[in-house]
Structures are given as structure tokens and as C-alpha cells.
């Protein structure tokens, strides 16, 4: 039987047990590291047999829970009515919603994009165009998504196989998945398009055949599961233990990934999963993720630290199942890093616009799962330098640049180079969340940009003529962007030399004059201090 327990660390005392019988996932809240004396706060799923107690912890950000217990009533009933339960305040307003869910109010939506004038190519008012960015990359976009799943091969009795998948199956959820790989085809292709034949992917449902393969439109290895399900086949045998090698009973979630020594294409897969979890509205770390590749090679993950915040164990590879006939009881299949019109690679978004939804959610999500700390920053604005130790976009005058910031006594100086060798990824990022302005050359390492504080300013120091990149990154995680825009007092080294384009100017270095540096630093520092939210943490330190 379920039980949910709620423990309380901080003071070193521990609250009385109370216990809610629900079929919903788990879930612990755990601090939001807003400052050293934060609680802990768990809510701890046992399920209790007689053999032993299995105890499964998953952890929300406290601003989430409200929208987590909207969707899991059961479990906000349970907690309504039982005197002990530690989330009265969460489930006293049940009206909080994400923004996707079916009569959710519009004015009770996690956030909703803010829009300074109207683009209109994309809309004819600015209500309207706040309702266009917030399909296009915000909770609107799930909503688009759950609209469109579409069962294709239903289960013929309870608990059966199934499968069920969006428009041109960018998600599929299958359940009593049957996978054959007694004789896998691998090659030196990641996503071979014909990995899996007739018969070997399949489940005991009845097929639309017309329907799946009407689906077919954006067959492409980063842009949908299409390859894999084409040959997804009807089965005359139920999917029970005879007919596996092996069976899958925890959740898994496949995935084909995008290049993971690239923090800004990397987190597309990171940023696509999480969009993925409130499609299935399963949040546990419980899971198996498989990553779905059909090489021999390994993969090259310089993140990996960050796919704790989605599973307890360790990515599995799909070659890890070879000459097995594998049975997964409940799979999900990933939304992708490179979809048509997906998030966040090469996204088209209305102009003018910025939101701090889905993106700040997800921001939220990972500092938490990952238990990245919120530091104190003492009265300064904390300014942050991101240099490179790459051959080309380094800072030639960074040393003069660095000694202008310390005159300043407001503000406290770091300067840092994110090699992955010197700095763990999990320190980098408690080196971003503690930022208030974040400097840097155009780069995959402004990515970082995802975790600062909702009141930072992102200074792209040159986008060296890539002007949307993380402009339109920075207005999806609603914070401030600033780049260079006086040419003249840009000094680059050389025109530069790329190897096939010749001249580019992502491919030399760079000197900036001091004063119009300092001036877009002042400016971007009265942002900060002129921010409500950060007037009000400074009166929580100053209280």
C-alpha cells in the first residue's frame, strides 16, 4: 500500500508521519536554497510489501507544487483531508495550473509572455501575440502537443499494448513494448534508419496502419521516432514473460540525443525531456532512460552530472540489450532536440516578446533536482566573466576590462574559463546561479544564461553577427539581454579565417574599449538593483 511521509530537516527535529493511500507518483519537496537556514521539506512515497519497504524520493522546486498536486488530485484530496498533511497552503488554491491542462484559467497560469509591441507578421494585437510565443515555446506548447496525441494501435483488454503518439510521432508512449534485438544491424551510423525490421518492434494491439504512417512526414533521425515505429508491428502473441528475455517493469524513457560536448545543443535534449515529463505528467526519477543509438560508439557526455535530475540510475544504452528480446512495460519516447518548429534549435519566434514560463520552469527544476545552492550576495551586484580558452573568440584585453569592474565597489568581479577538466559542471552552474550579470563571448557556454536569476542580465559581449541565438534564448528564460552595438570601439584581431568560408567573425579574437564596456555594465547594473525581485530579497537579508 502506498504511504506518503513528510519529514522536516533543517532544525534537526523530525515532524510527526502522517500517510495519504493514492495511486499517483511521488513526490519530495526540497528547498529552493534561498538561503542556509531553508528546510527540507520530503514527501516520501513507501511502498510497502512483505518482503521489504521500498522508500522513492522525487524532489519539486516549492513553487511547483501547487501545479503538481492540480494535476494529481487524488493525492491533493488525500492531502486536503488529512489534518497532518504539511501542503495545506499548496492545495488550498487547486485553481493553479501550468497553463495546459483542460479548464485551466488563464489568469491562474504558472506566467504568461509579456509582449512590448506587435510583430505583425505573427499577430494583429498584443494579446494575441503574447497567445503566439506561448504556443511557440512556452506551457502552450505542451498544450499543442496533448492535443494532438492520437492512439495508434489500440489495446485489446485492459492493461494490453498500446501505442499513442503526437503529430508525426515527435512523442510516442507505448505500453507492453515489445522489442526484438537478437540480431541488431549496427553500424557507424547513430540513428540507422532501418535499425529495426517488420516484427521486431511491436505490441499485441490493434494497428492502424494508415494512421501511423500518415505520420510519416518529418522522418528525420533528430526530428521524430517515425524510423523507429514504421516497422512498429500488430503482434500475434500477447506480451508476457514466454516471449521476453528480458522485462522491463520500471518506467523508461528513450532518447536519441544531440552532440553532448555542446552545452547549448545538449540541453535541447535536457529542455525536450523535461517538456516530455508534463506531456506524460510523470515527474519520479524512478526511471530507466535509454538512449536510443545504433553505433557501436560510446557517447560523449560532458554534462552528465545533469541527468540526475531526471533518473536515479544511469543512462542505459540501447546496445545494452543486444540478443535480447526485451519486454518494456511502460516506455515513453522522448520529444526531440531538432524538431520542425521545436525547442529550442533554430526555434521561429515572434519578435518583441518574452516569457517567463516554461523555460524559467525548467530553470527552476534542474537547480533543485541538482541541489545547486542560492548564496547570499552580501549587499553587491555579482558580475561573473566567462572567458575562453578556445583558439578563437578570446578577449585580448580581458585583463584591462577585469580591472576597470574592480574601481566599481558595488560590484564583486569573478572571472572564470568553464573548462570541464578545471570546473565540474555542477560548480559551474552554482558559479551562474550566483551571478546578477554574466559576461561572455558568443558561445555554447552562454547557455549558462538558462540559470541565472530571474533578475540577471545576460551580456553577450559580441554575437559576432549570430544575432538571435541567445537573444532569443535569453527573452524564452524572461531575463535581460545586452550585446555590443558601437562597431567602432570593436577591435577584432584579424578579419577572420574560417576553413571553408574564409572570412567569419566567430573565427578571431576580439578587444573592446574600456569605457563603452563600462558603460553596458553600469547599465545593466541599475537593471539589476532596480529589479523587483531583487529589492526584495535585498529586504529579506537586510530583515
Not at 24 to 38: K, N, R, V, Y
Not at 206 to 221: D, F, I, Q, V
Not at 271 to 284: E, G, K, P
Request: charged share 25%; glycine share 4%.
Amino acid at each position: 500500500m502506498p504511504v506518503y511521509g513528510f519529514r522536516c530537516y533543517g532544525d534537526h527535529r523530525q515532524q510527526e508521519r502522517f500517510s495519504l493511500e493514492t495511486n499517483s507518483f511521488d513526490e519530495q519537496l526540497a528547498p529552493d536554497s534561498s538561503g542556509i537556514q531553508t528546510m527540507l521539506l520530503s514527501l516520501v512515497l513507501v511502498l510497502s510489501s512483505s518482503v521489504a519497504a521500498e522508500k522513492v524520493e522525487l524532489s519539486l522546486p516549492p513553487e511547483h507544487v501547487p501545479y503538481f498536486l492540480h494535476n494529481n488530485k487524488k493525492l491533493a484530496k488525500q492531502c486536503r483531508l488529512d489534518p497532518r498533511c504539511p501542503f495545506k497552503d499548496a492545495v488550498a488554491d487547486s485553481s493553479r495550473c501550468w497553463g495546459y491542462e483542460k479548464n485551466c484559467d488563464p489568469e491562474k497560469r504558472f506566467s504568461y509572455p509579456v509582449c512590448s509591441r506587435v510583430d505583425h507578421g505573427w499577430a494583429h494585437s498584443l494579446e494575441a501575440a503574447s497567445e503566439v510565443l506561448w504556443k511557440q515555446a512556452d506551457f502552450g506548447y505542451v498544450q499543442e502537443r496533448l492535443s494532438e496525441l492520437k492512439t495508434l494501435c489500440k489495446a485489446r483488454q485492459p492493461g494490453g499494448s498500446s501505442l499513442r503518439c503526437t503529430s508525426h510521432t515527435r512523442f510516442c508512449k507505448a505500453a507492453n513494448l515489445y522489442l526484438d534485438l537478437r540480431s541488431p544491424r549496427r553500424s557507424h551510423e547513430r540513428y540507422k534508419e532501418d535499425f529495426v525490421q517488420a516484427g521486431e518492434i511491436g505490441g499485441h494491439c490493434k494497428l492502424n496502419r494508415e494512421a501511423l504512417t500518415a505520420e510519416r512526414g518529418h522522418k528525420s533521425p533528430l526530428q521524430s521516432w517515425y524510423a523507429e515505429f514504421e516497422a512498429y508491428t500488430e503482434l500475434d502473441f500477447p506480451v508476457q514473460d514466454e516471449h521476453c528475455d528480458i522485462v522491463v517493469e520500471k518506467p523508461t524513457v528513450f532518447m536519441k540525443l544531440d552532440t553532448g560536448v555542446n552545452m547549448y545543443h545538449h540541453f535541447c535534449d535536457f529542455l525536450n525531456l523535461y517538456v516530455s515529463q508534463h506531456i506524460n505528467n510523470s515527474f519520479s526519477t524512478d526511471v530507466n532512460i535509454v538512449m536510443w543509438d545504433t553505433s557501436l560508439y560510446e557517447y560523449g557526455d560532458l554534462f552528465t552530472e545533469t541527468w540526475k535530475a531526471f533518473s536515479q540510475h544511469d543512462v542505459i544504452h540501447l546496445k545494452t540489450y543486444d540478443s535480447k528480446r526485451v519486454c518494456f512495460r511502460d516506455a515513453f519516447f522522448s520529444l526531440l532536440p531538432r524538431m520542425r518548429y521545436g525547442l529550442f534549435y533554430n526555434t521561429p519566434l515572434i519578435s518583441d516578446c518574452q516569457s517567463e514560463g516554461l523555460f524559467r520552469a525548467f530553470s527552476q527544476h534542474l537547480l533543485h533536482r541538482l541541489k545547486i545552492p542560492e548564496e547570499d550576495p552580501e549587499g553587491r551586484v555579482r558580475v561573473t566573466l566567462l572567458l575562453r580558452s578556445t583558439e578563437y573568440r578570446r578577449i585580448l584585453n580581458h585583463v584591462e576590462l577585469v580591472n576597470a569592474l574592480k574601481t566599481v565597489p558595488l560590484l564583486e568581479v569573478k572571472v572564470v574559463d568553464y573548462k570541464y577538466r578545471d570546473v565540474p559542471f555542477l560548480e559551474q552552474l552554482k558559479i551562474t546561479r550566483n551571478s546578477d550579470i554574466f559576461i561572455g563571448m558568443h558561445g555554447a557556454g552562454l547557455t549558462h544564461l538558462l540559470f541565472l536569476p530571474d533578475w540577471a542580465v545576460i551580456f553577450e559581449l559580441y554575437n559576432c553577427q549570430d544575432e538571435r541565438c541567445y537573444l532569443d534564448l535569453a527573452r524564452l528564460r524572461g531575463i535581460r539581454y545586452v550585446t555590443w552595438q558601437k562597431i567602432d570601439k570593436l577591435y577584432p584581431q584579424d578579419k577572420g579565417h574560417h576553413p571553408v568560408f574564409e572570412e567569419h567573425p566567430k573565427f578571431t579574437n576580439y578587444s573592446f574599449d574600456v569605457e563603452e564596456f563600462m558603460r553596458l555594465v553600469l547599465d545593466a547594473t541599475a537593471y539589476v538593483t532596480q529589479h523587483p525581485k531583487w529589492k526584495r530579497r535585498r529586504s529579506r537579508e537586510e530583515l
